[in-house]
């Protein structure tokens, strides 16, 4: 994603520094493993390390309410603790039953073998683990209560937002922290290299930031980010190092960027009361000459690339064999172009016929409109969220999108209005203003082709 507008900041440089990656985290972080699960609770959540997919990948198949408590600043309550220890327990039982699991699945050889390492942050109302059927979705979804997932666009850490993560990690995000961390699962876009050292790429933008990023995401209740974006890899192989070690060291759960193929492409899975919620991300925005160095293969650190998107359809597919709820988050679009481009369409087109429920998407620097193709739910663009520098009204236009989902289906869609003011945290719009920016929110919808509702 481009900044837009000339009277944007470029370049901060590099200060050269080692990023510290020593993170505060929430429950025990597992070691680099192919597959995780993240079970969810109201205030805490434990990684599950369970056994990858044996199948492999395909060749070539292209507020501020609910941050840290501040009663616990160093510490979990002794409950906490307790489910930690329940916890260990399972990762050492889950390997044999979800591998066998996905064995009986029937994945093909095609699909995606990874999932995403995971400590997810603060959230909503959480549920225990779900058990995993041959049919590779929980057995109680389809009785299950419905829950809420809540996504906001470009966040980076750069120029006047660096400024709020350093003078404090837990309320760098904003206010709006209080509607993400409402959802049972909130995610957005990452869009800078995790890194203070490294090469700046040859590209008109760069964005850095540091290790403690992860830590002003968690605080905010974000439980999960896509990193597949023209921003992952702006600071050169020791920049997408050092992210990957920052990643690895703090347990945040990432999505779209890895140390290859398998491991970029792979889902984020989390139980959310009940059920298994995958989430996979890929980016069609990557500058021409840097593709072919950005892009992740099975021998190459990168992106999820959606260029040519067999590679993610193939583990969209993946994951729908082994998930209740499939999620898509892409990078994608044209700059400040509030309607959806043909290279859209013909994306979401193929990922809905491949299993996905909801398509998200950012880039444009705007909001675009949402709705439904079939019965999938699509947000074509939420535009800047955390932003480092003054846009006009519309691009500092922005909002907090939660759905409800019941089965498979989103039954329910809120849009919760906010501005981005002059220190670049979205601040929530109210009263009848709110109301006027839902309406014009909606009208976006009129030139994406979709419908008001599921089919």
Sequence with gaps: MTPPGPQLQKDVPSSGLTPDVQQQTRGAVAAPVPVTEATHHPSAAVPVAVASDPTGAADEVTSLARLHDARYPSAPPPQVVARRATMLIVRVLAPAAVGLAILLAGCSAATTSTTREASPGVSGARATSAAVTSAGTSGAAASAAPVTLAFAGDVHFMARTRQRLDRDVRTAVG???????????????????????????????RFQAPASAFTALRSAGIDVA??????????????????????????????????????????YVASVRGRRIAVVAGTQII????????????????????????????????ARARADVVVVYL??????????????????????????????????????GAGYLGSTYVDFGLGNFLWYSSNSVGASTTGVLTLTVSGRRVTGVRWSPALVDDSGAPQPVTGAAAERARQRWAALRSCTGLAAGPS
């Design 175 to 205: 206010p709006m922290a209080r509607v993400l961390s409402a959802a049972d699962l909130a995610m957005v876009n990452l869009e800078t290299a995790v890194t203070e050292r490294g090469s700046p790429q040859p590209k008109t933008y």
């Design 331 to 368: 990078h994608w679009g044209q700059e400040r172009d509030p309607c959806p481009i043909p290279a859209q369409r013909s994306l979401a087109r193929a990922l809905v016929a491949a299993g996905a429920d909801v398509l998200i998407g950012a880039h444009a620097h705007t909001l675009l």
């Design 226 to 267: 896509t990193m597949a974006n023209n921003h992952g890899l702006d600071y050169g192989p020791v920049g997408l190092g050092d992210t990957l070690t920052a990643i690895r060291t703090s347990g945040f759960p990432t999505v779209g960027i890895g140390r290859d193929a398998a491991a970029a492409y792979a889902p």
């Design 287 to 318: 500058d021409t000459p840097l593709r072919s160095t950005w892009t992740a293969t099975d021998g190459q650190p990168g992106l999820a690339s959606a260029i040519a998107p067999a590679r993610l359809v193939a583990a969209v597919r993946a």
